[in-house]
């Protein structure tokens, strides 16, 4: 097996998880930590569309810009995880969705 057919295998193992994590969590932590396995194998095929083509410089400065984004975002979703706990008691998502004004 080459390189690219197993970079191809672990995007679509990664990608295959964190879907799946996303259909089966209830808990808002959980989702994050899916939609963070999910980014992940985006960033490996990114590195590996790097590779395909021959720039691989260009798919790790991407993976690199992602890394930073995502880490953003996991900690702006994480706070607020933290919030909704504090203020309502549960992290259900099926709880929270039933919320009104």
Known sequence: MTTLQIAVI???GLI???LYGLLIAR???KVIVALQV???GALL???AAGLASGKLNLGQSLA???IVVDTVVAVIGLALALQVKRR???LDIKDLST???
């Open 88 to 90: 309502m008691g549960t």
């Open 99 to 101: 919320l009104k004004k």
């Open 27 to 29: 808990n808002l932590i």
């Open 38 to 40: 999910l980014v992940k």
């Open 64 to 66: 690199v810009m992602v």
């Open 10 to 12: 672990g995007v679509l």
């Open 16 to 18: 295959g998880i964190g």
């Open 45 to 47: 095929a990114l590195v």
